[in-house]
């Protein structure tokens, strides 16, 4: 019987859920990204950094954290931050549906090589890869939105101006 082949997101989707959430899962200390926790996984950082609430420090400070842990360590860490960014790879990598077989795998295939590439160049600090990533896979509809401008009604005969 044949398998159907995984795509390279389902893959990292499958390892970085048996990393942060076994025995000993990734987790980072709260306190070092602005939470008022001593420990986080890696697992709940990924709910919080996609929620739309969460303070862009929060984020940014997260985001620092784990490039600085996945460009030093590899590994385990480097599942650990590409893990935590699913979420937006696979808006990244959607494409429409088409004819062609393994379009969506060739494409989270192409958005994981483009990711780890950036993280592999030496003139580019954890900071400056960081903010690529939040601007480009945490945040991208903020980054491309303008400030929204106030839309100004008529006045209302009779009503106050």
Same mark, same amino acid.
């Given at each position: 019987m044949c398998r159907p082949t995984l795509s390279p997101l389902e893959t990292v989707e499958t390892t970085f859920r048996l990393l942060a959430t076994g025995p000993q899962?990734?987790? $980072?200390?709260?306190?070092?990204?602005? !939470?008022?926790?001593? @420990?986080?996984? !890696?697992?709940?950082? &990924?709910? =919080? $950094?996609?929620?739309?609430?969460?303070? #862009?420090? #929060?984020?940014?400070? +997260? $985001? #620092?954290e784990l490039v600085g842990r996945a460009r030093r360590h590899r590994g385990a860490w480097m599942i650990g931050l590409v893990g935590v960014l699913l979420p937006g790879? &696979? %808006?990244?990598? +959607?494409?429409? +549906?088409?004819? &062609?077989?393994?379009?969506?795998?060739? @494409?989270?295939?192409?958005? $994981? #090589? @483009? =990711? !780890? %590439?950036?993280l592999d160049d030496p003139d580019v600090s954890k900071e400056a890869a960081a903010e690529s990533l939040l601007r480009t896979v945490v945040r991208p509809s903020a980054a491309r939105t303008r400030p929204a401008r106030r839309r100004r009604f008529a006045a209302v005969p009779g009503g106050p101006r």
């Open positions: 899962p990734l987790s $980072l200390n709260g306190h070092t990204i602005g !939470l008022r926790r001593d @420990s986080i996984g !890696l697992w709940d950082l &990924r709910g =919080l $950094l996609f929620h739309p609430a969460t303070d #862009v420090g #929060v984020q940014r400070a +997260a $985001l #620092v790879l &696979r %808006e990244q990598g +959607a494409c429409p +549906a088409d004819d &062609r077989s393994g379009g969506t795998a060739s @494409s989270g295939g192409m958005v $994981l #090589v @483009s =990711l !780890l %590439e950036g």
